[in-house]
């Protein structure tokens, strides 16, 4: 029984979350054999304070001000 945990940024749809675990299952089945059901997804949302790429906060990271902004948004 493959159990996948999912951090993703605060934001996302229920529907993006849908289709990832749709997509996600799909590919566990296939390349794992798994059955269907017992493939079991934990999706974690994060702050963009909590987490660092490279030494920087996500919330600071002038590369990444896009994404966290559109998130915040709910875009």
């Known amino acids: 029984m493959p159990n996948i945990t ?19 299952a799909h590919s566990a089945v296939e390349l794992l054999g798994a059955r269907r059901q017992d493939v079991r997804m934990v999706f974690n949302e994060i702050t963009p304070d909590v987490v660092a790429n490279g030494g920087v906060l996500a919330s600071e990271d002038e590369s990444r001000a896009g994404v966290v902004a559109a998130l915040a948004d709910g875009s």
């Open 6 to 24: 999912v951090e993703l940024l605060r934001g996302r749809t229920v529907e993006q979350r849908r289709a990832f675990a749709e997509a996600v």
